[in-house]
Nanobody
Framework: QVQLVESGGGLVQAGGSLRLSCAAA????????MGWYRQAPGKRRELVAI???????NYADSVKGRFTISADNAKNTVYLQMNNLKPEDTAVYYC????????????WGQGTQVTVSS
């Protein structure tokens, strides 16, 4: 049973930075994508950043130029570097990995709270 364990959330002032990490406990084969989603209170979960297996990345318009997704395959870890944080970035952040054999299927982390104060 593969688990995704997230860390790095917390409280930060506007303009500050945080780096989220998501480590896979166990191996996921045939990974298609790795991504970060977020869900603010009363809102739907939305895609923040995604990293395709070929190295292409895509970001939500609201975070372009401020957030960077990356991965360390040797450590089975995906990161989200968040700079110039804004109060509207406040949400629970979830990592996602799509892959597996047979598959693909979605694996989710437990979520980590990010709170940005003004």
């Amino acid at each position: 049973q593969v688990q995704l364990v997230e860390s790095g959330g917390g409280l930060v002032q506007a303009g500050g930075s945080l780096r989220l990490s998501c480590a896979a406990a166990g191996s996921i084969f045939n990974i298609r994508t790795m991504g970060w989603y977020r869900q603010a209170p009363g809102k739907r979960r939305e895609l923040v950043a995604i990293l395709f297996s070929g190295g292409v990345t895509n970001y939500a318009d609201s975070v372009k130029g401020r957030f960077t997704i990356s991965a360390d395959n040797a450590k089975n870890t995906v990161y989200l570097q968040m700079n110039n944080l804004k109060p509207e970035d406040t949400a629970v952040y979830y990592c996602n990995v799509r892959g597996g054999i047979p598959g693909p299927r979605d694996y989710w982390g437990q979520g980590t709270q990010v709170t940005v104060s003004s």
